[in-house]
């Protein structure tokens, strides 16, 4: 399907650095890594688009402007700050895209995993090369040439991996299927204290309503034991039926999707009790504050029109 290289290239010592602390998605955020948008290349050909909504866009001629992302960026960087979160950013790298920094390495545990991600993505990881080379050396982990994987088809509940994936059959079909079993099983097999379980995924590189990109763009944690989920980006109903034995059903907000579209669940967590989201999610944001969880209103409409939004632009590094 792609033509995949190892851009892991760093040269690290061994010293000590930053102390690495993901257990979940909604603990109290201290450090992150948010992308950015400057310099990010600008409109692309259709033939350079790697997802579905990006595509649309860019036919549709309505592709963001840099003006634009930088100012959401902004302002999404000024609330995270308002809560006393360290925001870490890229080494800006002219004509390149940083802003979805979630998938080009992900923190579980102690551990920051480098995957195996697509040849398009693949320069971005360098602009981080500074502040990887600033953590304890030995937390990080190198994933093999054949386990692909995203950060944004991972999430964090105690006690858990839930990893959204494509069976091979998708996988060597479809662009945005971006992690595979081997990945899924990479995962099982550095975090035995976890179970992982994955959840199948449907996937459309033309049509973004009902394709879910990353498992973060139909589902994910919120609050005290609650959930956002849309039943259209995944495969298998049995799936649905165990993410509702985990989560107490009264918090589980469901989203169709045309609200998956609109990327209603790739909300940001700054604790428990406060959400980052954006402002025309009104009946999302009504639902969230029910459940007493602050809601942080951000526009970020202009973002969300390249596949992604709050979560997949951020890169959790330490949460209490």
């Known amino acids: 399907m792609y033509k995949y290289f190892s851009y892991f290239r760093f040269r690290y010592n061994r010293k ?9 998605e909604v603990g109290k955020l201290q450090t992150v890594v948010l992308g950015i948008a400057k310099d990010f290349g600008g409109t692309p050909e259709p033939s350079a688009c790697y997802d579905p909504k990006s595509l649309e866009n860019v036919l549709n001629g309505t592709y963001p402007s840099e003006v ?21 950013r890229p080494h800006n790298i002219s004509g390149l895209n940083q802003i979805y920094a979630r998938d080009i390495a992900f923190v579980i545990d102690s551990k920051l995993c480098i995957p195996n991600i697509i040849k398009d993505r693949s320069e971005e990881l360098q602009a981080l090369k500074s502040i990887i080379e600033s953590f304890d050396q030995d937390s990080i982990v190198k994933m093999p040439e054949s386990a692909r994987i995203e950060g944004g088809d991972v999430l964090l509940v105690d006690g858990y991996i839930l990893i959204g994936y494509s069976e091979e059959e ?3 079909k479809y662009k945005v299927a971006r992690t595979n079993r081997e990945g899924v099983s990479f995962i099982k097999t550095q975090f035995p204290d976890r179970k992982v379980i994955a959840f ?28 956002i989920i849309c039943e259209a980006g995944f495969k298998n109903i049995e799936d649905i039926r165990t993410i509702e034995q985990m989560f107490n ?5 469901r989203i169709n999707a045309e609200e998956m579209y609109h990327m209603n669940s790739n909300l940001f967590s700054i ?14 944001n009504e639902k969230l504050r029910k ?8 526009p970020y409409s202009e973002v969300s ?7 997949c632009s951020t890169m959790p590094l330490k949460r209490l």
């Open 16 to 24: 000590k650095g930053m102390h690495l602390n993901v257990k979940n």
């Open 68 to 88: 634009d992302l930088v100012l959401e960026m902004t302002q999404f960087c000024e609330i995270l700050q308002r809560h006393d979160v360290n925001v870490l």
């Open 170 to 172: 998708d996988f060597e």
């Open 200 to 227: 199948e995924l449907n996937k459309s590189d033309t049509e973004p309503l009902g394709s879910a990109l990353h498992l973060d763009c139909c589902f994910q944690p919120v609050g005290r034991n609650g959930a």
């Open 249 to 253: 059903k009264e918090n589980i907000i």
């Open 271 to 284: 604790s428990e009790d406060v959400i980052v989201s954006q402002p025309n999610f009104r009946m999302l």
């Open 291 to 298: 459940q007493g969880i602050t809601v942080e209103e951000v």
């Open 305 to 311: 029109k390249m596949g992604g939004l709050f979560r």
